[in-house]
């Protein structure tokens, strides 16, 4: 069974920065798209960044520029560097591979002066 393991979520003020890790334990294949997602207050879940198994990543166009994703092969860890963070880039941030697994608890980030 696979299981994510989210941390490092906290208040930041704009324009601050923020290291998210996820652990990902659990039998999971090598090859699979590994994702951070995020919801905020009143919105849907969406898809901030992706790793892709080849190597690719790729982001939503609200954060490209600003956050990178990255992974810890040895650790199985999963990493969203946040940076330049905006009041809108609060919500509870959930990792998760592709196909989707069932969604761990999620790491709270909160932006504000």
């Known amino acids: 069974q696979v299981e994510f393991v989210e941390s490092g979520g906290a208040w930041m003020y704009p324009g601050g920065s923020l290291r998210l890790s996820c652990l990902i334990s659990g039998s999971i294949f090598d090859r699979v798209d590994r994702e951070w997602h995020r919801q905020g207050p009143g919105k849907e879940r969406e898809m901030v960044a992706r790793?892709?198994?080849?190597?690719?990543?790729t982001y939503a166009e609200s954060v490209t520029g600003r956050f990178t994703i990255s992974r810890d092969f040895t650790k199985n860890v999963l990493y969203l560097d946040m940076n330049n963070l905006r009041p809108d880039d609060t919500g509870v941030y959930y990792c998760?591979?592709?196909?989707?697994?069932?969604w761990g608890l999620g790491t709270q980030v909160t932006v504000s002066p």
């Open positions: 790793f892709e198994a080849n190597g690719v990543r």
């Open positions: 998760n591979t592709v196909p989707r697994r069932p």
